[in-house]
DNA sequence: AGGTAAGCGAGACGGTACGTCGCGTCTTAGA
DNA sequence: TCTAAGACGCGACGTACCGTCTCGCTTACCT
């Protein structure tokens, strides 16, 4: 109904900025459309009409922080599948590990897990651009041969992914780069090619390939 | 500072009994202290001064339920591990998958996301006994063999459970028992001895004591 | 700090309406500002934005109704003060002898005897406009020498009020018409011009008198 | 149905003494039984069983304080009416006048108000005696021909005291002494024999002087 | 160029729930 | 059995935000 031709930048630009701020300084569940309005001078009906509440204006404001770089680059290529991967573990990890870093994170997952539409929109404007960075770079690495064949390349990410996500979010344990490595060589070791996968096939053969 | 010597157990009971009832009925966005104290017949009063918010209560509702089997069990010890856990597995999957069942669990988790506070409580008190079970069959594994010694058992439970929380948050695919296979058997060729983790070690050895 | 000049006058009528109602009906005591507001259809806010509390509302919902002539009238003066405050002074007494009728002033007591604030408002609002209409009858009456010239006035109008509250209040004795006769009778006799007062005449005759 | 010859004495003390010392502190509107119990070292039970509400536990501290001397003594009677009334009327002046006196009259009548039960017991077991004594020194003032004799005493004490109550609650103005001896001045004249009260005399004469 | 319709800031509005306070009742332990 | 203590069901308090709505105002488009 709004005609998006005549909208504000300006407010745009102040909302977002003010959610992304009160985000920082009290957390999600102290964030309010109200707050969000006072500190961004503005009218609470602008909130209202463009985005609809203050979690679809956290996901904007995530959004456009991440596409500042237009979008996540694809991962290098090596050829050593678990020397590419290791940074961006090691990254993930150490974003977890810091409160302010994770505060948004919090505040999307908290969202995601309470609405099952606002779930569909963060998962494929956010999320998944970030998955299928890692997802890309195994599917080299499995036509490469680093990766065993039978291997569902989204069990994989997730399998790298989920156990970092667990721990960070029940607070089951330290967050450390240690763990990062730990979780990377666990995974490695559940893709690399292997006897146990070729029943019957020789082992050794495609262990000397990895 | 209250007296719990003086508590009324018929009170506790019925706000247990009336949170889960609202929890199933509404969701946990829906839940409110007010709600839950008029379906219990209740004041609200009560509720604040044992508890202090919906949050605990549901926590305690929780705990209540699945400690009504006097703790989780220990899992049985076949000798093949893969074999005693997949049933483990595949009935988190099937909790997860189901909306119903899995809307306590979505509740609890937002709550630990909210409040560091209640994260601690909510893992030592529901959590971690579950985790163990798994932890400690995995430690009789590796006490036999089929596990490498290397491991960190937690990490290795995160790496079977965290895949599977992650997917179920973020919505990223569906949760079948083909994916509870699927990361039930990445998890068990990450944690199984092989040539991998020994260099320079024939890698049949251990495979053979597996 | 409100902006009152977007105030809504629908919910300004409705709220003094449903105070006035709600008085009638169930008594100061149990006049509460929850019921108001439900009456009315009316946010709470909306009654503490505007007033603060139920005894302002009631207050405003009074001299809204007294207001309605336009401000009480000025007394007639036929030039016999007694015939003209007799009138008055007995629609006074009736007020107060109907328990119906005198429940709001009971109840703007009761606020005047609990905040000196409020005690402010009423007089100048409720109060003075009414007994001045007597003052000003008792001020023609003097200047007509009807009244003993060094009588204060507001100490004449009390004399002829004060007593039949303090009666309706303390319950002390009947408010019948009789005593309403009665009260003015020694008060007319307390005014008019006598021996006593005038200096110059024999003193010693009505001091022999007494 | 409680047995009052088991009760508590030190706790009827420290209940009275309590209720007095809020009432100076904070005021009628801001007692409240859980702050008398809690000040005089008693349970709430011990409060409602002997007395049912603070009301009734204001009126018997009250009355515990008047009846220290043995009731109200009778006034004087030196043969000049005025002359023996004066340092009571100005006595109950300044007691009116100062906030911190009238603190607890102001809290019986709030009381007296709002409770017609209450009002009788106030009337009967605090006011009356005191109206009486006023009342009393009038009758033997008639007796001897310093008040006319067609007088009313209840309406003759109510023209004495009503004023006065009434400038108090309603804030109209000083209560000082030339009030106390303006009012007193008015109401002598009122109750002073003359030629206006006195059929056969003359009445031309003071009609003239109006 | 002027008129008009939109977005805008502001914030009042009807609501819901909050967390607190005090009520008057009831229960427990101790004297 | 009375008492101190205080938990309880209840109801109202005054506040915070919700999401909708109504104001003037600015601003850009469209005759």
């Known amino acids: 109904m709004p005609d998006a031709a005549r909208r504000s930048e300006r407010s745009r ?11 920082q300084e009290k957390g999600y569940a102290d964030l309010t459309v109200e707050g969000i309005a006072a500190r961004a001078g503005v009218g609470k009906q602008t909130i209202y009409r463009w985005w609809g509440g203050r979690g679809p204006v956290v996901l904007d404001a995530l959004v456009e922080k991440h596409s500042g770089s237009g979008g996540p680059p694809a991962l290098p290529d090596t050829g050593d599948l678990e020397a590419d ?29 309470s609405s099952e539409d606002f779930a569909g929109r963060m998962r494929d404007r956010l999320l998944r651009p970030q998955l299928d960075t890692v997802k890309n770079r195994l599917r080299s690495a499995r036509a490469a041969g680093q990766v065993r064949a039978g291997v569902d390349l989204d069990q994989a990410v997730e399998l790298l992914i989920g156990p970092m996500y667990h721990r960070w979010m029940m607070r089951t344990g330290p967050l450390t780069e240690e763990y990062a490595d730990g979780i990377l060589e666990l995974a490695m070791a559940a893709l690399r090619p292997g006897a146990a996968d070729r029943p019957g096939a020789p082992p050794t053969a495609s262990s000397d390939l990895m």
Do not use: F, K, Y
Not at 91 to 96: D, G, K
């Open 85 to 113: 991967l290791r940074p961006v573990i090691r990254a993930i990890v150490a974003e977890l590990a810091d409160d302010r870093l994770s505060a948004t994170t919090r505040a999307l997952t908290i969202e995601t897990l």
């Open 13 to 23: 630009n102040a909302i977002l900025q003010a959610a992304m701020d009160l985000l």
